[in-house]
């Protein structure tokens, strides 16, 4: 790599692309080969399993993590780091085992802020953040003037920064010189992995059954079926929101807990574990409940586009 390079790392899933990252970090050693960095080069490593590299059952608080790699600063200083990466109030006390993902992703970026690196080796940075907090962080990176590998399926992401593609393959390495625009251009294909591919397809499958169904009259004949089948979908959406709500509401409840500091003194083991599968549980449950909810959404769209009222 030379400095300045932004490359994106692409491949299917079990290629060996967090792998790469984590040889290049240093947190696992490589079968063969070296790693070399080049003169006065920093790298920065954000994982993609935040809780690996965080520390899954720590009961350190935010706080603590951010101010042991900067011991010398003032805790004002601190604060403001944390503030930057919207931990304010009591959030800067909560312990980093009952962090959510979202929550961790940003005290990673945090800790990248205050460690400055002038290499960032970022593995899937995007997951667990939602729309806004991408762009911002498409925009923060977009403005870094270091060096910058990522390993990423988000599309939007990637097209928005890489300069340069290293695709990993069954058959060996593809290093192309380019943008990802240029990169599916030369190539043809845009690479997605199995998973993204079945579930483009798995998408795909429902476009055509909504579409054969309003063919068909639907639930009833023509448009009067349509109509009757988005009063159904309507309610059914309704009623996932409604589930949705009340178990991320169940959620927030076992996270309030988890963040008393003097739960872990009064619970036994058992009952901590409980709650923690309870929580994974949940967590579980609404995944595949926000999937179900995208895919009536989903067809409600394809209903109202065509003119279905």
Known sequence: MRRGDRMAILG???I????????????VPSDAGKVEWGYEARPGYFAQDHREQLGADSRQTVEANLWEICPGEPIGFVRAQLGAMLFSGDDVEKQLRSLSGGEAARLLFARLAVEKPNVLLLDEPTNHLDLEAIEALV??????DGTLVFVSHDRWFVSRLASRILELTPAGINDYQGTYEEYLEACGDDHLDAEAVLDKA?????RQKAAAKRSAGG????AGG??????????RRDRLTAEI???EARIGEINETFCDRTYFDRATPKEVGKLEAEQKKLATKVEELMAEWEEVETELEELAGAGVA
């Open 139 to 144: 925009e923060g990176l977009a403005g870094y």
């Open 12 to 14: 299917p899933n079990g």
């Open 16 to 27: 060996g692309k967090s792998t790469l990252l984590k040889i290049a970090a240093g947190v």
């Open 219 to 222: 639930d009833g004949v023509g």
């Open 245 to 247: 709500d009340r178990i």
């Open 202 to 206: 798995r998408r795909e499958k429902r």
């Open 226 to 235: 349509d109509r009757q089948r988005i009063r159904d979908l309507t309610a």
